[in-house]
């Protein structure tokens, strides 16, 4: 038995019935109902107004940079401590084993350490930033000072000084950085 067609389009109605739509009682036209906007959509006015990242994504970004660039760096550093830590009788096998291992266990290493300074960094800076509804250079350079302070207090109050005083220094320094690219390459 072979195809017949009677509808030249099966998607035309057939006659007596009609096709169902189901905004037909919102008098909209169908296309408008897929355009989404271009710009992210606030809750609050108050929102809108500040273009800054918010605590979450503040802290997961910090927290994650850091940790990925020091897992890597911690992982080249692995890398070369277990070249030099080769001996002449090991096979190959031996030394792709101790490559692996070393540049593993650096990295989760450097990783782990630099990660919590971005976490604690991360942290401060959006508090500094909630209570004096602020976010600029100083508020980075506070951040920076108490994250130094925290990570150092364990070891005393001078190493806990130098240590806010260099991390203020660091964060001010990566600002003031990142402001002078924006406004000279044009980046």
């Known amino acids: ?31 408008t109902l897929y355009h989404l906007p271009t710009s992210p ?25 850091a940790y990925l660039s020091s897992s890597i760096a911690g992982g080249a550093a692995g890398f070369f401590s277990a070249f030099r830590s080769f001996e002449p009788t090991d096979t190959l096998k031996l030394k792709v084993n101790r490559i692996l291992n070393s540049s593993g266990h650096s990295g989760r290493v450097w990783g782990n350490r630099v990660g919590v300074v971005g976490l604690i960094y991360a942290g401060l800076e959006s508090g500094i930033v909630a209570i004096t509804d602020r976010d600029d250079v100083w508020s980075s350079v506070a951040a920076g000072l108490g994250t130094g302070a925290v990570c150092r207090a364990a070891r005393g109050v001078r190493s806990a000084a130098v240590a806010g005083a260099l991390g203020g220094l660091a964060a001010g320094s990566v600002v003031a950085g990142k402001q002078a690219l924006k406004k000279y390459a044009m980046i």
Do not use: A, V
């Open 1 to 31: 038995m072979s195809f017949s067609n009677n509808h030249s389009d099966p998607n035309q109605p057939k006659q007596g019935t009609r096709l169902y739509n189901p905004y037909q009682d919102l008098h909209l036209p169908s296309q």
């Open 41 to 65: 959509e606030y809750l609050f006015t108050e929102e809108s107004i500040h273009q800054r990242r918010s605590w979450g994504e503040n802290l997961t970004f910090y927290t994650g940079s």
